[in-house]
């Protein structure tokens, strides 16, 4: 990320993965982090999504199992951006 202005500044980059299954939403938040930078800064940020962690990121609730439980394949597609609807970076996955 860079700051392009001309006063500190902060952005919250955000990952969103859309799961290949119909009954869920396009899009949900899987990770987050805020940065802080001062005007002309540049600075990498990781954004590690875990498929333990407890919003279970990967997985969608199986009524018959009444589990979470992970989506085995499919296309998977990861948004990268600042919001929701402003998600410029976008790569699909097919996990097979």
Not at 31 to 47: C, D, H, N, Y
Request: hydrophobic share 40%; aromatic share 6%; proline share 10%.
């Amino acid at each position: 990320m860079t700051n392009t202005g001309s006063v500190a500044g902060a952005e919250v980059p955000q990952v969103y993965l859309r799961v290949p299954r119909e009954d869920q939403p396009p899009k949900r938040l899987v990770g987050f982090t805020k940065v802080f930078l001062e005007p002309g800064a540049s600075q990498r940020v990781t954004i590690t999504v875990d498929p333990a962690a407890t919003n279970h990121p990967l997985s969608v609730w199986a009524p018959c199992a009444n589990a979470f439980v992970v989506v085995p394949r499919g296309e998977f597609t990861v948004h990268v951006g600042t919001a929701s609807d402003n998600t410029p970076h976008t790569v699909t996955v097919s996990v097979r």
